[in-house]
T-cell receptor
């Protein structure tokens, strides 16, 4: 099953700095999705980027997708303490009917 | 508002008991998922269902079974609970090639 591999595993920054997380995958995709999880809760969908898109914005979030390199990045600009969470990518494989596999995620800590 | 409801937030069961975890969605989604999450291991897919009565094994199906008799309900069954099944269980639903919506999670402890 295809899963995303997030990098780095952990990231610690100061409030106001930008945070960049990366995701790599192996096979062709229809889309790639990013999720956030606050401690002890379910995941919340952040943004979906389709395979024919290169960049997408949502508020302070910017996602890029490079299908030739099979990689994506999530940028959070002007981070806040409330952004502290784990972030996961999910790249459903083109031939797997929407099955979502997650990696271990990136644990982001934003210090006030 | 999308609702994905898991039947319990916290559950304590004894070793050997049969355990049912229920998940209900109101989105008319085709796809439903059960994951377990353990520290350092991320989310691992247990089972996936893409239609009523259709299921597919995920990465760690051993010790689990599932049931999807109606589109809105996906049940995870632990036939004989063991202590190594103590974990956070997460249900999710998604349409075809759309984002997933998660329930609040069930923290299961097997003693």
């Amino acid at each position: 099953s295809q899963q995303g591999e997030e990098d780095p595993q952990a990231l610690s920054i100061q409030e106001g700095e930008n945070a960049t997380m990366n995701c790599s995958y192996k096979t062709s995709i229809n889309n790639l999705q990013w999720y956030r999880q606050n401690s002890g809760r379910g995941l919340v969908h952040l943004i979906l980027i389709r395979s024919n898109e290169r960049e997408k914005h949502s508020g302070r979030l910017r996602v890029t997708l490079d299908t030739s390199k099979k990689s994506s990045s999530l940028l959070i600009t002007a981070s806040r303490a409330a952004d502290t969470a784990s972030y996961f990518c999910a790249p459903p494989a083109y031939n797997q009917g929407g099955k979502l596999i997650f990696g271990q995620g990136t644990e982001l800590s934003v210090k006030p | 508002d999308v609702k994905v409801t898991q039947s319990s937030r916290y559950l304590v069961k004894r070793t050997g008991e049969k355990v049912f975890l229920e998940c209900v969605q109101d989105m008319d989604h085709e796809n439903m998922f059960w994951y377990r999450q353990d520290p350092g291991l991320g989310l691992r897919l247990i089972y996936f269902s893409y239609d009523v009565k259709m299921k597919e094994k995920g990465d760690i199906p051993e010790g689990y079974s599932v049931s999807r008799e109606k589109k809105e309900r996906f049940s995870l069954i632990l036939e004989s609970a063991s202590t190594n099944q103590t974990s956070m269980y997460l249900c999710a639903t998604a349409g075809v090639n759309t984002e997933a919506f998660f329930g609040q999670g069930t923290r299961l402890t097997v003693v």
